[in-house]
């Protein structure tokens, strides 16, 4: 999974032990991990599956398989008691309910939460800190009485020696997901694709509606294959989803820019926080501004790149995961 490049905590971690600390990256619901581990451990793990007795039709007696969770909560915690850290990040605050989160708490000194996303369906509670990367959902925690910091997203230097591309052969792309739930971002690229020349890589089918348009398909990307994708690409487009509530916030806009390609992204209130908006990245307020700013660059291609190059050094210099954990580590230390 490191070799593919998939998900950011790997690059957390590495920056952690480069800071002299020990640190260790657990991908909970990763089940052969987690079994090997345990087998290795001598530790017994509930059963991932369930069988039970259902009616079916109200006659016939029939055996349903259900998954479970606990065998994900169990490994954790062994993992927790054998490792004895001081502290615990969470990243799955979505996936791990309070008693589990309390568990972990009793175990070590501090235990920190990251969310930049809806809030689960349940309570909070054990943890000592909240960060996120959305100001609103910092407020909303404190509101709720949990500390919690403002902690930006970050890029890794090292993936622009690692993914290696040919020529930008690819205009203007766009990467992401086009569910039921990204209804606004679907009809933004419907008619951005109505005007200029796109590059989609999606795995959801709601994408078959821009088919008609001026929009060339292709299957989802992750780790790796996205990150070629972005290195392809002369300018990308980033939207961000409604919980962002006004505010930059998700990764595309480090991976794009530390992979450099022009961003072009949704105007937002504390952009200029991050970026030099018109010299490090360019802002657009409807689709029909994206749909310009998408044909200006592409006639003016020197123009575009400048940008794009100012955009990335920006993003190596400061928005990198070694700066991130350098203040997440002080965060902790003035915690614990």
């Known amino acids: 999974m490191a070799d593919e490049l998939f998900g950011e905590s790997q690059y957390e971690a590495a920056a952690l032990r480069s800071l002299g600390y020990e640190a260790d990256d657990l991908i909970v619901n990763a089940y052969p991990l987690r079994k090997a581990w345990a087998r290795e451990n001598g530790v017994e793990l509930p059963p991932r599956d369930r069988l039970h007795p259902v009616m079916r039709r109200g006659l016939v007696p029939w055996l349903r398989r259900d998954r479970s969770n606990q065998w994900m909560w169990a490994a954790l915690l062994a993992q927790v008691r054998s490792y004895r850290p001081d502290v615990v990040h969470i990243q799955c605050v979505d996936l791990l309910p309070p008693e589990i989160v309390r568990a972990i708490q009793a175990e070590v000194r501090l235990v920190i939460g990251q969310l930049a996303a809806p ?23 404190r509101t709720a009485g949990i500390p919690a910091e403002w902690l930006p997203l970050a890029f890794e230097p090292a993936l622009v020696d690692k993914v290696h591309t040919g020529t930008r052969d690819v205009g203007t792309s766009f990467v992401g997901s ?19 020349d796109l590059d989609i890589w999606t795995a959801d089918w709601a994408s078959r509606n821009l088919a008609d348009m001026r929009a060339s398909l292709h299957s989802p990307v992750w780790g790796r294959e996205m990150y070629e994708v972005l290195r392809r690409s002369r300018a990308t487009i980033n939207t961000h989803i409604d919980v962002a509530d006004g505010y930059a916030n998700n990764l595309r806009l480090y991976e794009a820019t530390g992979m450099g390609a022009l961003l072009i992204t949704d105007a937002k209130r504390n952009l200029g926080d991050l970026f030099e908006v018109g010299r490090e990245v360019i802002t657009y307020r409807d689709a029909r501004e994206c749909a310009d700013l998408i044909a200006h660059f592409t006639s003016h291609p020197d123009e575009a790149a400048r940008i794009a190059e100012a955009g990335q050094k920006r993003t190596l210099k400061d928005h990198t995961w070694l700066d991130r954990m350098s203040r997440l580590a002080e965060l902790a230390r003035v915690r614990a």
């Open 178 to 196: 086009l569910s039921r739930h990204h209804a606004a971002r679907l009809l933004l690229l419907r008619e951005v694709a109505g005007s200029v």
């Open 119 to 141: 809030l689960p369906p349940w309570p909070l509670e054990g943890y000592d800190l909240m960060t996120s990367s959305l100001p609103n959902l910092v407020d909303e925690f």
